[in-house]
């Protein structure tokens, strides 16, 4: 079966601080990853995805992601947080011609000043 | 500006009142679906649709309907409430043909229901 994990319920780090939000996933066939976040009454918005190619991936607000095929994993970064970063943050990915987006549960990510 | 528009953002009715919740896009997406979104659970879709007149069910379809007579729209029914179904609610589209597993979804800004 298709999952997608996000092992921590909640992150917390200072502002100015380098931050990680994790992902991990299983998957048939090829993945195509993708992050979202969702402010405060706020719809989910697209950070990145990954398709193919370079490992390393920039997004939105500067963040950025980092595929790694081996351990499946395409964990979330920033190198220095703000409190605006405040938010909850979804992993997801569809795998082969499978259109089906599959979801993680969901971090919380709290940047304290 | 392309974007998905949900109404209304928030709702409280009560048990066994029909409500619909109306979603619309203007990306001329082919694909377009509801998710329901409760705390420790994540994202879980409810139904979907591939163009219009197809739809499918999700995860969670029980106590909904949907209908897709326009390209554009996607409303969400609910015949008969429920407390169970007191969640936030949201509405996305994406493209349908090819290429369209490597194009990311467009979120409406979700409508949160209340059922008393």
């Known amino acids: 079966a298709q999952s997608v994990a996000q092992p921590e319920d909640q992150v917390n780090v200072a502002e100015g601080n380098p931050l990680t939000v994790k992902c991990t996933y299983s998957?048939?066939?090829?993945?195509?990853l993708f992050w979202y976040v969702q402010y405060p009454n706020r719809g989910l918005q697209f950070l990145l995805k990954?398709?193919?190619?370079d490992n390393l991936v920039k997004g939105s607000y500067g963040f950025e992601a980092e595929f790694n095929k081996s351990q499946t994993s395409f964990h979330l970064k920033k190198p220095s947080a703000l409190v605006s970063d405040s938010a909850l943050y979804f992993c997801a990915v569809r795998a082969g011609n499978n259109r089906k987006l599959i979801w993680g549960l969901g971090t919380s990510l709290a940047v304290n000043p | 500006e392309a974007q998905v528009t949900q109404n209304p953002r928030y709702l409280i009715t009560v048990t066994g009142k029909k409500l619909t919740v109306t979603c619309s896009q203007n990306m001329n997406h082919e694909y377009m679906s509801w998710y329901r979104q409760d705390p420790g659970l994540g994202l879980r879709q409810i139904y979907y649709s591939m163009n219009v007149e197809v739809t499918d069910k999700g995860d969670v379809p029980e106590g909904y309907k949907v209908s897709r007579k326009e390209k554009r729209n996607f409303p969400l029914i609910l015949e008969s409430p429920s407390p169970n179904q007191t969640s936030l609610y949201f509405c996305a589209s994406s493209p349908w043909g090819g290429g369209a597993v490597v194009t990311e979804a467009f979120f409406g800004q979700g409508t949160r229901l209340t059922v008393v």
């Open positions: 998957v048939s066939g090829n993945p195509y």
């Open positions: 990954y398709i193919t190619g």
